[in-house]
């Protein structure tokens, strides 16, 4: 049982070999005046990728005859050269378009005579798939990000408007073959809430110094890439970063990697660009606060109040014009001390001025996130009742803002 395994594991290896062989050898039958030849063609690989080496031999069934026999490969920049009987060589030019390229045979013969024939010997060139380092070639302009979203790097509206991903493609190795690239934008809020990303797919590649040899290259990729059948030819050199609408103060995130549904190979997650970038709002705003206040200390405890369980105020915030963080310290005018809005009346609640020290905010400063709705800190409020004497309050209150 285990001999016969053996033998057609053996067997099924010549098969293999055998067959590969013949699909590097192709016949063409020579006819002149005086002669009918079989010529055969063989090349050593079945596959060649740009800078190989082409070994081509051609026999003969007839050695009598005077005629020369040439091979031509129908690569610009190519001549097969002889290195001994009957044997040629070529190298495949680092800027050859992938494809098939026949060969074709000029016979020479006795009476000097000259033919040429096509034969079906072709020659298999592919491009090389290999992924690119994208920090060689890779870089967003005309600013520079954070990679870190704790930090990111503010911009005015318009400069994040003209964020482009460039690639400078002389940088691309030759031997790395195209590059495929997916940009993802993604959106986050002040509150922390993000938006949806928007994916953008390009093709780039190591420039062949022909602006006809790109062209074709370009069209070439978007037909035979469904996913890049919107490439622009421009967008070889660089992207505009898609970008819809921004509110103030969000912040932009540029993700950059390779393609991996085209590349065939492992998945490389530390080969990828990320930068983030905040976008520029006003450095002073009005918000809503709803909270839930704590009477720590009140001026007139003498002449006590029914303080209620909430109070609503309009605040007005000063802006970090760098970070977009509100000050911890902002300014505020509502109603305090109540449980509705008609629950103000003699001894019952009433309106505030206020300048609240919010210690979230102060926490977000130093990079300890909250949600930016939560507020917890200490107010200092003038108070004023009806038919009460107005007062200074210490509270302590936690509550929601917008």
Not at 100 to 111: A, I, N
Not at 347 to 370: P, T
């Amino acid at each position: 049982m285990f001999i016969s395994i053996i033998i057609k594991r053996v067997l099924l290896c010549v098969l293999g070999f055998v067959s590969v062989n013949a699909q590097l050898k192709t016949s063409i039958l020579i006819q002149s005046r005086c002669e009918d030849e079989r010529i055969d063609i063989s090349i050593d690989k079945s596959v060649y990728f740009p800078g190989d080496t082409v070994l081509l031999v051609i026999q003969r069934n007839d050695t009598a005859t005077t005629a020369t026999f040439t091979p031509i490969l129908l690569i610009q920049g190519t001549t097969l050269k002889s290195i001994g009987q009957r044997t040629y060589v070529t190298v495949i030019p680092q800027t050859v378009t992938p494809g098939l390229y026949p060969v074709s045979l000029r016979v020479t013969d006795s009476e000097g005579r000259r033919f040429q024939y096509e034969t079906d010997r072709v020659i298999a060139v592919e491009e090389y798939q290999d992924v690119e380092e994208l920090s060689r070639y890779v870089s967003i302009i005309p600013e520079v990000g954070s990679n870190n979203i704790r930090t990111a790097v503010t911009l005015d509206r318009e400069q994040v408007r003209n964020l482009m991903v460039r690639f400078h493609r002389d940088s691309i190795r030759v031997q790395m073959g195209p590059q495929f690239i997916r940009i993802t934008t993604t959106v986050h809020l002040r509150d922390g809430i993000a938006a949806p990303s928007y994916e953008r797919r390009v093709v780039t590649y190591r420039s062949h110094g022909n602006p006809y040899k790109d062209r074709a290259m370009f069209i070439q990729y978007r037909t035979a890439y469904g996913a890049y059948a919107n490439i622009r030819p421009e967008e070889l050199e660089q992207v505009l970063v898609p970008v819809d609408s921004l509110p103030d103060w969000a912040i932009l995130g540029i993700h950059i990697e390779q393609d991996y549904t085209i590349k065939i190979g492992a998945v490389d997650r530390a080969n990828a660009i990320t930068q983030y970038f905040r976008v520029r709002g006003p450095t002073f705003e009005p918000g809503f606060a709803l909270a839930i206040p704590k009477v720590l200390y009140d001026t007139r405890a003498d002449d006590p109040i029914d303080y209620g369980n909430f109070s609503a105020m309009v605040r007005f915030y000063f802006i970090d014009s760098k970070s977009g963080n509100r000050f911890p310290l902002s300014a505020g005018i509502g109603i305090f001390g109540v449980d509705s809005p008609v629950d103000i009346g003699i001894g019952r609640g009433g309106f505030a001025l206020s300048m609240f020290l919010d210690l979230g905010e102060m926490a977000r400063i130093v990079n300890i996130q909250l949600t930016n709705k939560i507020n917890v800190g200490l107010e200092l409020a003038p108070f004023f009742s009806i038919e009460k004497k107005g007062r200074l309050l210490l509270v302590a209150q936690a509550g929601f803002s917008f």
